[in-house]
């Protein structure tokens, strides 16, 4: 059987990168940096063709992927299964001002980082399902072909972590850095990984 070849990116800094705060959602565009990172990936990818190549649609990871590609956002297939985790209240917001606004809140994640939810955002696990929902989605629909997936780094661990052993207990593992891409073949649920943070 033909390997599924599956490039995973890392989007690019953003703005709110800068600020070191939670922002799972907030929908912010690239920094000066984060755009020539992204050009210098172009560069190191520029002789591999990917047959498919699929985004969150937030603005920092389909900005990413245009840049890497050369494609126009329209020819990007871009699923909602992989957007950053939902924080809630605490969006836009330092793990500082978190456990002072939301003491109790932030007191029960510490305790349960897997299911203790942010004020009106989501927990670990229900990201951990949506994502893996998507990656099953995606793997079957293009089997044995050579995919660019571009999301964010919570996700991308939740991928390797599944591909690899099945579960999430390899998620912390896991440090995608932005500017970089890793490599990961799938033969029959067979993942083997090749190259990471290149």
């Not at 978190?98 to 004020?119: C, F, G, M, S």
């Not at 912390?172 to 649920?189: A, M, T």
Request: glycine residues 6%; contains cysteine.
């Amino acid at each position: 059987m033909k390997e599924t070849i599956l490039y995973l990116i890392r989007h690019s800094e953003s703005t709110y990168n800068q600020r070191k705060v939670y922002y799972g959602r907030i929908d912010c565009p690239l920094s000066e940096f984060g755009v020539r990172q992204s050009q210098l990936l172009k560069g190191k990818l520029k002789k591999v063709k990917f047959d498919q190549v699929i985004s969150s649609p937030l603005k920092r990871c389909l900005h990413t992927a245009t840049i890497i590609t050369g494609l126009r956002e329209q020819e990007i297939l871009t699923v909602d299964g992989f957007k950053e985790l939902d924080f809630g209240l605490w969006e836009g917001l330092n793990f500082e001002e978190i456990a002072a606004n939301y003491p109790d809140n932030w007191e029960d994640w510490k305790r349960d980082w897997k299911r203790a939810t942010p004020i009106n955002g989501e927990n670990f696990m229900e990201m951990y399902n949506r994502v893996t929902k998507a990656l099953t989605n995606i793997l079957q629909k293009y089997q044995g072909r050579k995919i660019l997936l571009v999301s964010h780094k919570g996700c991308l661990q939740i991928i390797a972590s599944y591909l690899l052993i099945q579960n999430e207990n390899l998620f912390w593992n896991f440090d995608f850095k932005q500017g970089k891409y890793s490599v990961f073949e799938i033969i029959d649920n067979f993942c083997v990984l090749k190259k990471i943070n290149c």
